[in-house]
C-alpha cells in the first residue's frame, strides 16, 4: 500500500491523480523544473534537514544511497529488455554527433525522458507501451540494435501491456512484467496455491512476493530469489553494504535490529524473516528518522503476488504529526462507529500509529512518481496482530499544491461558483484528511474472517483494497467527530472533498487515459467504481446529476447527506467483500462501475483538458546529498542541493548506481 513498508492491503493515495498542477514557484525555490509529453517534474523541499544532528544526517546519508542502489531491480523487474534499452538510448544520447534539434533525435530524447520516469518502456499509470516517435532506420544509424530489441521498441504487438487486467484473458501471459517466465496465469496461481495449503495459516507469509516464478524445459516450477547472492545479487549487495554503513547512526538498538532483520531477510531470501522484520518495523514507532526499503508493493503484478522494489528515506514533522497522532488515538471510535457489518470489525484495534513525514529521498517504484500517503505492512496477520504504521507525506503534499495554483482545472470542471469556493476553501485541508483517514484508519480498519486467503480477492484485489480506504477517509470526513476533535473548522468543509471525489471519478481522471481505452489502474478503477456506483444508486432520490452545460458535462450534487449515506453502504459492502473473500462480488463490482468509459464523455474531457495546456502527471527530482569528509574520511557533514536537473539526475544515477548486469537470468 504505498503505503509504507510491506503492504498487501495497504495502500496509496495521491492528489497529482486529481491532475490539477500547473506551473508555480515560489521564491527562490523552483518546484516546477521540467514539462515533456504528459509529464512534468517538480521538486520537493526537504526543510528541517539542516537542523538535525551529525549522527541523523550521516544516517540518512546512507540510507539514501541504499535507496539509489534498488533502481535498476525495479526497471528489470518492470520488463526483462528495459535495462538494454535504456543503456542503449543513454549511450546514444549522450554520444549523439548531430543536430540534436533533428525530429529523430528530439523524438528520442523525449521517449527516454519518458523510460526514466516510468521505470521502463511502458507507460507508469496506463501500462500501455511507448510509441516512438523516431524510427527504427534512424536508430540503426546511431547504434547497434539487435533484431530482438527492435522488435521490443518498434513493434507495437509485442509486449503491448506491462500490467493486463482485462477480464478473460490470461493475465500473466499478456503482461510485459518481468515476475514469471514460460508460465500461464492458471499454473502460478495453482503453484501458490499450493504453498498455501501447506503453509502456515495462522501466520501466512506473503508466498512468492521476493522472486521471479520460472518454468523449466522439463516442466519443473522454480523460484529465483531476490537475495544477495541470488537474483539482482550485485544490487541487493550495495544496498546491503549501505544498511550496514547505516546501523551504528541508527536511533536507538531497536531500529538497529530492524536493520539486522532488513540485511538477514535480504540475504536470505526468508519470507519469515520478512515477516520478524515487518513486525520489529511497525512497532518501532519513536524514531524521528525512518525508512522504506524493499520489496513491497505488488500492484506491478497482474496477480498481485510479486512485490516491485522501493524506498523512501524520512524524518517526522512534529508540527504536523499532531493531527495524525489525534486520529490514530481515536482509532478505536471510528472502527466501532463504521457503517459495516459487526462481524467485520474489530473487536480492538491494535498498534496504529500514524505520523506527518518530510520525504529526505525517494527510490524505486517511489521515483520519480510516488504517493504521497503509505500505510505498511501489507501482511494480512502482521496487522492484525501487531497494527500497522501510517505517514502522510507533507511536503511532497506541499509541492502538489504550490503547483497547483491558477492552472484553471477547477474552474474548469467545477459546476459553479458554489462549488469553486469550498473547494478554494477547504480542498488542502480536507485532501490531507482525506490522505490520513485513508492511510492511518481505513487501511487498518476491518477484519478478514476466520481462514479466509487475504490473495482471494485475485486481480480484483488492490482496487477492492484502495476503494475501501477511500470509502472510510469519505464517509469520516463528513462526520461531527472531526468537527469534535478540531481536525475540520465547521460541518460543511467535508463537501470540498465530496465535490473533488465525484468530479474526479467520474470525469476528470479520463484526462489521464487514452481516447478507446478502459480504465486499467487500480486506484483510478477504484475512484471510478466509487463515484458510479454513488452516482447510479443516488439517481432514485437526485443525490447528484451530470448536467450539460454549453457542451460541457458537470457533476452537481443536490444532496451531500445522502451521498455520505452512499459511501456508508458502499463501504459496509466493500468490507463484506474484502471480509468474506467474495471474489465474484469483487469482480461484479469492479467490471461494472470501476472499467469502462463513455466515449463521448472521454472526448469531450479531453478536448476541453487539452484547452488548459496542464501535463496530467506530476513526478520529482531528488535533491543531491553530498557527504563532507575530513582527510581520515569521517563525515563532518551532509549538504543537501536542489540544483540538478532531471536528466542530469537520471544519468548520474544510471552511471554511478547501475551494478546489475543488462540480462538478468
Known amino acids: 500500500m504505498i503505503s509504507a513498508l510491506l503492504a498487501v492491503g495497504s495502500s496509496c493515495t495521491n492528489t497529482q491523480q486529481q491532475g490539477m498542477l500547473p506551473d508555480a514557484s515560489e521564491g527562490d525555490f523552483e518546484y516546477n523544473n521540467e514539462r515533456f509529453a504528459d509529464l512534468q517534474m517538480l521538486r520537493y523541499r526537504v526543510d528541517g534537514f539542516e537542523d538535525l544532528t551529525l549522527k541523523q544526517k550521516t544516517f540518512i546519508y546512507y540510507l539514501q544511497e541504499a535507496a539509489l542502489y534498488g533502481r535498476d531491480i525495479l526497471f528489470d523487474q518492470n520488463g526483462k529488455y528495459n535495462l538494454r534499452i535504456r543503456k542503449m538510448l543513454e549511450d546514444v544520447y549522450v554520444n549523439y554527433q548531430g543536430d540534436r534539434e533533428d525530429k529523430n533525435f528530439v523524438a528520442m530524447e523525449e521517449y527516454l525522458k519518458r523510460m526514466w520516469f516510468s521505470n521502463g518502456i511502458h507507460?507508469?499509470?496506463g501500462c500501455e507501451k511507448f510509441v516512438p516517435g523516431f524510427t527504427k532506420e534512424w536508430l540503426q544509424g546511431q547504434t547497434e540494435l539487435s533484431d530482438e530489441i527492435s522488435e521490443v521498441i518498434f513493434n507495437p504487438n509485442v509486449m503491448q501491456k506491462r500490467v493486463n487486467l482485462a477480464e478473460g484473458q490470461d493475465l500473466v501471459k499478456t503482461s510485459a512484467s518481468n515476475y514469471y517466465e514460460n508460465v500461464t496465469q492458471e499454473e502460478a496461481e495453482e503453484f501458490y496455491a499450493k504453498q498455501k495449503a501447506a503453509g502456515d495459516t495462522l501466520h501466512p507469509v506473503m508466498y512468492g512476493m521476493n522472486s521471479r516464478l520460472v518454468k523449466t524445459k522439463n516442466g519443473d516450477f522454480i523460484e529465483k530469489k531476490w537475495t544477495s547472492d541470488g537474483l539482482y545479487g550485485a544490487a541487493i549487495q550495495k544496498i546491503v553494504e549501505n544498511l550496514k554503513l547505516a546501523r551504528p547512526y541508527a536511533e536507538d538498538e531497536k531500529q538497529q535490529e530492524v536493520i539486522d532483520l532488513l540485511v538477514s531477510y535480504y540475504e536470505t531470501g526468508d519470507l519469515k524473516t520478512f515477516d520478524k522484520y515487518s513486525i520489529a518495523w511497525v512497532e518501532n514507532t519513536n524514531p524521528l528518522v525512518d525508512f522504506v526499503n524493499g520489496f513491497i508493493e505488488c500492484y506491478g503484478d497482474p496477480l498481485g503476488l510479486k512485490c516491485s522494489w522501493e524506498s523512501i528515506v524520512n524524518f517526522k514533522d512534529l508540527e504536523a504529526t499532531k493531527r495524525t497522532e489525534l486520529l490514530s488515538a481515536n482509532a478505536q471510535w471510528f472502527e466501532d462507529h463504521s457503517p459495516v457489518a459487526p462481524e467485520f470489525k474489530k473487536e480492538k484495534v491494535k498498534g496504529i500509529t500514524a505520523k506527518v513525514i518530510k520525504a529526505?529521498?525517494?527510490?524505486?517504484?517511489?521515483?520519480?512518481?510516488?504517493?504521497?500517503?503509505?500505510?505498511?505492512p501489507n501482511s494480512d496477520w502482521v496487522r492484525a496482530a501487531h497494527g500497522s504504521k501510517s505517514v502522510t507525506i507533507g511536503?511532497?503534499?506541499?509541492?502538489?499544491?504550490k503547483a497547483a495554483k491558477g492552472s484553471g482545472m477547477l474552474q474548469e470542471f467545477a459546476y459553479g461558483k458554489e462549488e469553486i469556493e469550498l473547494v478554494e476553501k477547504y480542498g488542502d485541508l480536507t485532501d490531507d484528511?482525506?490522505?490520513?483517514l485513508h492511510e492511518c484508519l481505513g487501511h487498518g480498519s476491518g477484519k478478514l474472517l476466520e481462514g479466509v486467503d487475504g490473495d482471494s480477492l485475485k486481480a480484483y484485489g488492490s482496487t477492492i483494497e484502495e476503494a475501501r480506504a477511500d470509502l472510510f477517509a469519505l464517509y469520516y470526513l463528513a462526520d461531527p467527530k472531526l468537527v469534535e476533535l478540531g481536525l475540520v473548522p465547521n460541518a460543511d468543509a467535508y463537501k470540498a472533498s465530496y465535490i473533488a471525489q465525484m468530479q474526479n471519478g467520474l470525469i476528470t481522471q479520463l484526462v489521464r487515459i487514452n481516447l478507446g481505452n478502459n480504465i486499467e489502474e487500480a486506484h483510478m478503477r477504484n475512484r471510478a467504481l466509487i463515484a458510479r456506483w454513488a452516482y447510479e444508486h443516488g439517481k432514485k432520490d437526485n443525490v447528484m446529476e451530470l448536467v450539460k452545460?454549453?457542451?460541457k458535462t458537470y457533476v452537481k450534487i443536490n444532496d451531500y447527506e445522502k451521498l455520505r449515506g452512499l459511501f456508508g453502504e458502499l463501504l459496509a459492502e466493500i468490507q463484506r467483500v474484502k471480509s468474506t473473500g467474495d471474489f465474484k462480488g469483487a469482480q461484479a463490482l469492479v467490471e461494472t462501475y470501476g472499467v469502462k468509459i463513455d466515449p463521448e464523455l472521454h472526448k469531450e474531457v479531453l478536448d476541453r483538458y487539452a484547452k488548459l495546456n496542464i501535463a496530467p502527471y506530476k513526478g520529482f527530482i531528488n535533491p543531491v546529498y553530498t557527504a563532507v569528509r575530513d582527510k581520515d574520511g569521517n563525515i563532518t557533514d551532509v549538504t543537501i542541493s536542489y540544483t540538478e536537473g532531471y536528466a542530469d539526475q537520471m544519468l548520474r544515477y544510471s552511471r554511478d548506481y547501475s551494478?546489475?548486469?543488462l540480462v538478468n537470468e
Open 433 to 436: 484528511l482525506h490522505t490520513d
Open 549 to 551: 452545460r454549453d457542451g
Open 659 to 661: 551494478v546489475l548486469p
Open 395 to 401: 511536503n511532497l503534499t506541499d509541492a502538489y499544491n
Open 123 to 125: 507507460h507508469h499509470y
Open 360 to 376: 529526505a529521498i525517494l527510490g524505486g517504484d517511489l521515483y520519480p512518481s510516488t504517493a504521497i500517503g503509505i500505510n505498511l
